[in-house]
């Protein structure tokens, strides 16, 4: 055996395991469990509910927690002997002694670990009940979404360390000692007041009913539910999770973490508690709808195919297949997204496709693909939170976007990396934050400029990387020259001492990833913004290794995917250009129909053509563009003016009111597929139950569909659908349902690039050489964004995502509980701005742009500077992109949602 291993034996069996390894993974490998109650495994062993304890043979102490204990060699380990019986014995006897034993109506019945083990141990009570009289505080059942019932609490730290050093949030401690010791929240504040993220994971570690989701205790008992295994449908970090279903009822009860890449068996609000209503909510639609005289009817699918096929084949007729455009779904499985493209181009001959990355990463994909030639993450989310020397966070609100991937962000700060936040507004990460730098909105590119003008200064260029990997410097080098540290600070408002420090720290780490987000793409000059964050990660040469690269977080749960399917107007599947003879050639091949050689509309540009009337028909997968697009007054006259639209989704959406006919798809709960996360890796989703009323897997439709147009399109299984991929996608070559579920993969997913079977898929982009070969310095150029503040509109509002809901709220809206929490529009103003209009914290407010006014509720404090303001976007009480600015950036098409010039008065 070689001596990077240690060998021993537990219970007489030899192990050979690496230096390091304690016992109880050791044990664990063989497929021997040692029981454990204050056990994470993603956190260092505390060893102190001394359930783990095992002999071993010879050794001086001859019990110890297996969950601390290194392995030793030639060590011999027992794990059942008398000792270790009679030891866990006088553990459980003790913890029961002050239990609050009503097990029947416990929510953790069937569940709960100190059940489970002292039947196991053979404890029915305990000894010590006649010497202890515990006093139990109430039940705190403030939380809408759980709530903890400290009779059921055996102080095993769990929910302390998982809210402290895995959420970084401290909401629970520890207080008093013995058996008067108990858990609770500081100063004894009910749940509802604290800082809780109502992440719900304390619920999840929990060993016993201590902490009890209330859906698990109004609904459910554990023996009811079978567990399906899942991905995450709200943001891109891909969290894998079990939907937790009831057979008999076809309903999903809850949701249980899982042990996925990117999440570690944690979950956000979001995912916890607002996965799993929406999917069985009553006003899900259950039935097509035809629109007669302004009204919806019921249809047959029959009636409703018949329709689609007439109205469209006559503006095929008519005016052209150009004249008809289709927008895809980027919360929907990438099967969907192929098949969908597949539709548009194969069977109504037009590359007029596009998915909702236009408005938020469609940046992203033109940038990157510019200046690296992939247009994705580089790195993945573990190795760029894994504790790097330095992180550097650009236009990214990751606790409340990404909330599980800002979890390990917080965490990574607290174990040693700098954090340096660059953000117009004081997002949550700034309390963790070395250095925030407020910077003034649409300033980006100066921003860059500076950074790179410091490295060129100071002597910190990675002038080797440059010379051997990239081209054109000399370009950006001529132009950052212009950009001095002061004159930086001028254009961003921000002191130029902490731009030179900020610099030095990212170029002197070792291991220093760039996290951005829509902070950086929604805005006219957008793509030049992701190629300027482009240009800093290669100054320095933190692009191809470990801990580094630049990293965009995508939005949605597959806006990845949407893109990777080929759902934009000038790529096929895997980026391959619609504009490429060869490329077109093999699709025609495998498609068996011609196809058109001239790139599309982007779904920017798809609106105002429909309103001009070059774009007469439109069918739209998913999305809701009278409500997420700016300016949406102007979107719907457009949509208004179509002569056909068709709207296939879940919910009658703002969009889907203006239809001609509604189509009733299903949820990612009740079909097969995989998603595609921000960090390039292909998940598998997976059927839980079955739809309701007449509701039919996309994928069955647009088969309809297509036959109906006048393709011949079989009858065709989501697996199916990713082998075609696979056959003229090179970087999908290697993925496959069937690899997916495999052992191999063992539910970790395959990441792009994965050209063959054989292939582990890539986790790092870049690595020796660029996907373009060299990588390019793009000489950005700095442009004040294109709607300014002025005399009449003095207020810039940005909008954005925050922690309870996501987008539109189609999904989270319908969890009563985080309503409860927020349900209603707001705008954040400074203490400055709100005095100088005599506006109070609370105040109904009008705000106003040259597009529109809506009316919100001022939130009054200091995370904005004086004269801007901030918007979520997910209620419709006030929602902010009536007021946005639709104009658009010159490469990527993408909206300005971070720069509009508003006025704000009390309503």
Request: with cysteine.
């Amino acid at each position: 055996m070689s001596e990077k291993y240690i060998n021993l034996e537990i219970n007489g069996r030899v192990v050979s395991v690496e230096p390091g390894t304690r016992i109880i993974d050791a044990a664990a490998s063989i497929g021997i469990e040692i029981p454990t109650l204050c056990y994470l495994k993603e956190l260092a062993p505390e060893g102190a509910c001394r359930m783990c304890l095992v002999e071993v043979v010879g050794a001086k102490k001859p019990l110890v927690t297996a969950c601390s204990e290194p392995c030793t060699e030639g060590m011999q380990v027992l794990t059942d002997s008398q000792s270790v019986f009679e030891a866990r014995r006088f553990v459980l006897d003790t913890l029961l002694s002050s239990h609050n034993k009503d097990c029947f109506s416990c929510a953790a019945n069937s569940k709960c670990k100190l059940q489970q083990y002292c039947f196991e141990y053979g404890i029915e009570k305990s000894t010590y009940e006649n010497f202890v009289k515990p006093e139990w505080n109430e039940k705190d059942t403030t939380s809408p979404f759980f709530e903890f019932d400290p009779s059921k609490c055996i102080a095993c730290h769990r929910c302390i360390r998982t809210c402290q050093e895995l959420r970084g949030v401290g909401v629970i401690g520890l207080k008093d000692r013995g058996f008067e010791v108990s858990v609770g929240t500081p100063f004894d504040l009910p749940w509802n007041e604290t800082q809780c993220e109502s992440c719900g994971n304390c619920v999840s570690n929990c060993p016993t009913g201590a902490l009890s989701a209330k859906d698990n205790i109004k609904n459910f008992r554990w023996w009811e539910v079978e567990k399906v295994l899942t991905t995450c449908p709200h943001c891109a970090t891909g969290c894998q999770y079990y939907l937790l279903v009831n057979r008999k009822k076809n309903k999903i009860v809850g949701v249980e973490p899982a042990d996925g890449p990117s999440n570690h068996n944690m979950l956000c609000v979001k995912g916890q508690f607002g996965s799993f209503k929406f999917v069985g909510a009553d006003d899900r639609l259950k039935y097509p709808l035809i629109k007669e005289n302004g009204e919806f009817r019921q249809a047959s699918w029959t009636e409703a195919l018949d329709l689609i096929e007439s109205k469209f084949k006559t503006i095929k007729k008519d005016y052209g297949a150009d004249a008809i455009a289709g927008f895809s779904c980027s919360r929907a499985p990438n099967e969907d997204n192929y098949l969908f493209q597949k539709m548009m181009r194969a069977a109504f001959g037009t590359n007029n496709v596009d998915n909702c990355a236009r408005v938020c990463h469609s940046a992203s994909v033109h940038g990157l693909a510019i200046t690296l030639g992939s247009g994705a993450m580089t790195n993945t989310i573990a190795d760029i939170t894994d504790t790097p020397d330095a992180i550097l966070l650009v236009g990214s609100n990751t606790t409340e976007a990404h909330p599980v991937a800002g979890a390990q962000i917080r965490r990574a700060v607290k174990n040693g990396s700098k954090l340096i936040v660059v953000d117009p507004r004081k997002i949550d990460l700034t309390k963790n934050a070395t250095l925030h730098l407020q910077i003034r909105p649409g300033t980006d590119i100066a921003f860059s400029y500076g950074m790179i003008n410091i490295f060129i200064r100071d002597g910190l260029l990675d002038e080797k990387f440059i010379d051997e990997r990239t081209e054109g410097f000399d370009k950006v080098k001529e132009i950052a020259a212009q950009y001095p540290p002061e004159k930086v600070a001028e254009i961003c408002c921000i002191d130029a001492a902490d731009l030179e420090k900020a610099a030095h720290i990212y170029a002197k780490a070792e291991r220093a990833p760039i996290i951005y987000c829509l902070g950086i793409t929604e805005h006219s000059t957008g793509t030049e913004n992701v190629m300027s964050i482009s240009n800093i990660a290669m100054a320095v040469g933190k692009i191809g290794k470990p801990g580094c690269g630049v990293n965009p977080f995508r939005g949605q749960n597959n806006v990845q995917g949407a893109c990777d399917m080929g759902c934009v107007p000038y790529q096929y599947p895997g980026y391959q250009s619609v504009k490429n003879d060869d490329v077109r050639k093999k699709f025609e091949n495998l498609w068996g129909v011609e196809l058109s050689r001239e790139e599309g509309l982007t779904a920017t540009q798809v609106i105002p053509a429909a309103g001009e009337g070059r774009i007469r028909g439109l069918y739209i997968f998913g999305e809701d563009q009278a409500y997420t697009d700016p300016n949406v007054e102007h979107v719907k006259e457009c949509l208004n003016n179509l002569d056909f639209l068709v709207v296939q989704e879940l919910f009658m959406s703002e969009t889907a009111k203006l239809a001609d006919v509604v189509l009733p798809g299903v949820s990612y709960a009740e079909k097969e597929g995989t998603f595609s996360n921000t960090e390039r890796r292909v998940q598998r989703v997976r059927k839980a139950v079955e739809p309701a009323g007449e509701a039919r897997p996309d994928t069955d439709i647009f088969v309809d569909v297509m036959n109906r147009m006048g393709y011949p399109q079989k009858s065709i299984t989501s697996a199916e659908i990713m082998d075609e991929l696979a056959k003229v996608t090179p970087s999908f070559a290697g993925i496959s349902h069937e690899r997916l579920d495999s052992a191999e993969v063992g539910g970790k997913g395959l990441q792009w690039p994965c050209p063959d079977k054989n292939h582990a898929g890539t986790p790092i982009m870049h690595v020796g050489k660029f996907s373009r070969g060299l990588g390019l310095f793009y000489p950005c150029i700095f442009r004040e964004a294109i709607e300014m503040p002025d005399d009449k509109y003095p207020v810039t509002l940005m909008t954005g995502r925050n922690l309870y809901h996501y987008n539109n709220a189609a999904m989270t809206a319908r969890t009563p509980e985080i309503n409860e929490v927020t349900s209603a529009s707001y705008i954040e103003l400074s203490r400055t701005l709100a005095e100088s209009i005599g506006i109070g914290d609370g105040d109904r407010v009008q705000v106003e742009s040259r597009r529109g006014k809506i009316v919100t509720t001022a939130r009054v404090g200091d995370k904005v500077r004086d004269m801007d303001a901030w918007m979520p976007f997910h209620y419709p009480d006030g929602n902010p992109n009536v007021v946005a600015n639709d104009a658009t950036d010159d490469i990527a098409h993408i909206p300005e949602y971070k720069v509009c010039a508003i006025r704000v008065s009390k309503a």
